[in-house]
């Protein structure tokens, strides 16, 4: 009971933020701007980056994204998380700049093969992409992240660094929850394969070093 009384009461305290958030930016209160870029500034450019794999395009469009913020800020009404809200508009800004450029948006880069059905995580002990977090440095992990196709490296990125639920992907990326489990599967099971051609490219270098 006293579990469920706390997750209550975190639960009330997000929709008391989330409300509190909305009456700013109706207002567009400044200070309330920065208290955001500040807080979520780290966690915005790591998404970015992952989905654009340049740094310059994702600073490009990290600014973006809070000018999108500042003057359409009246549209958020705090029902949903406001990092559910922000991604979604990182996102969508993402497949902009890929369409503009004659690039395939991240929902054309589809594994050829990849259906609807729901995929269940298995759920005894850490997954692949946690044990290798605790193995290896993030320079690692964002070069194995970025190997794999964009849309199971956006979901791996949402769920495991962002720690947001399948449900708050689903609504990030607009997917059916069964799509977004189904890449989450298929991402996990990609990691293996590039994980063992990085060491083996790494233990080639130091060979001929």
């Known amino acids: 009971m006293g579990t469920v009384a706390l997750s209550a009461a975190a639960a009330r305290q997000v929709q008391r933020e989330n409300a509190a ?16 870029i500040e807080t979520y500034q780290h966690r915005l450019m790591r998404y970015l980056m992952f989905l654009t794999g340049k740094r310059e395009t994702a600073e490009d469009l990290f600014q973006e994204v ?8 009246s549209q958020y009404n705090g029902k949903a998380r406001f990092d559910t809200w922000i991604f979604t508009i990182a996102r969508n800004l ?31 002990g850490p997954s692949p992409l946690e044990q290798f977090r605790y193995r290896e440095d993030a320079a690692e992990l964002q070069t194995v992240m970025s190997s794999l196709e964009p849309n199971y490296r956006e ?8 720690e947001m639920s399948l449900e708050e992907i689903a609504s990030v990326t607009r997917s059916p929850l069964s799509t977004v489990k189904s890449r989450l599967y298929r991402g996990l099971a990609a990691l293996k394969p590039q994980l063992v051609k990085l060491r ?9 070093a």
């Open 200 to 208: 083996a490219q790494r233990r080639q270098e130091e060979a001929r």
């Open 66 to 73: 809070w000018i999108r913020v500042l003057r359409r800020g």
């Open 94 to 124: 993402v497949i902009d700049l890929s369409r503009k450029r004659v690039m395939a948006s991240l929902d054309e880069m589809r594994e050829a093969g990849e259906d609807e059905r729901p995929f269940e995580i298995a759920q005894d």
């Open 155 to 162: 979901v791996l990125t949402l769920r495991f660094h962002e």
């Open 21 to 36: 958030i909305a009456r700013g930016l109706k207002r567009q209160d400044p200070e309330l701007l920065d208290q955001l």
